[in-house]
């Protein structure tokens, strides 16, 4: 399985950037893709969404909650990740990881060294 992250960059306070994960060996119609994150300096990974391919469920970090949104395009198999509003807090290592069960996102989204697979990260940083 790889995952393959890219759609970083450097931003101001109150912008906008979309993450795209382009996955192979894994469909993301089934099982469940999502995004973590890991700020500079801090050993904890940080849930930020999940969606279960199978049932279409999105689950959000409350960090996050009504500022990101998370989306998939099965003919490219890929998942996004559109975020809004960004707050210099939100500047991170962010990575794409996907699991095989499609039940397992409410419980990615809290702990994301649970998820199956994990992509490259790509860098986001957000200026005040």
């Known amino acids: 399985v790889q995952l393959q992250a890219s759609g970083g960059g450097l931003v101001q306070a109150g912008e906008s950037l979309t993450l795209s994960c382009v996955a192979s060996e894994f469909t993301v119609d089934y099982g469940a893709v999502g995004w973590f994150r890991q700020a500079p300096g801090k050993e904890r990974e940080e849930g930020v969404s999940c969606m279960s391919g199978r049932f279409g469920g999105t689950y959000y970090a409350e960090s996050v909650k009504g500022r990101f949104t998370i989306s998939r395009d099965s003919a490219r198999n890929t998942v996004y990740l559109k975020m809004d509003s960004l707050k210099p807090e939100d500047s991170a290592v962010y990575f794409c990881?996907?699991?095989?069960?499609?039940?397992?996102?409410?419980?990615?989204?809290?702990?994301?060294?649970?998820?199956?697979?994990r992509g490259q990260g790509t860098q986001v940083t957000v200026s005040s």
């Open positions: 990881a996907a699991a095989s069960s499609p039940f397992l996102c409410p419980i990615l989204v809290k702990q994301p060294t649970e998820f199956d697979y």
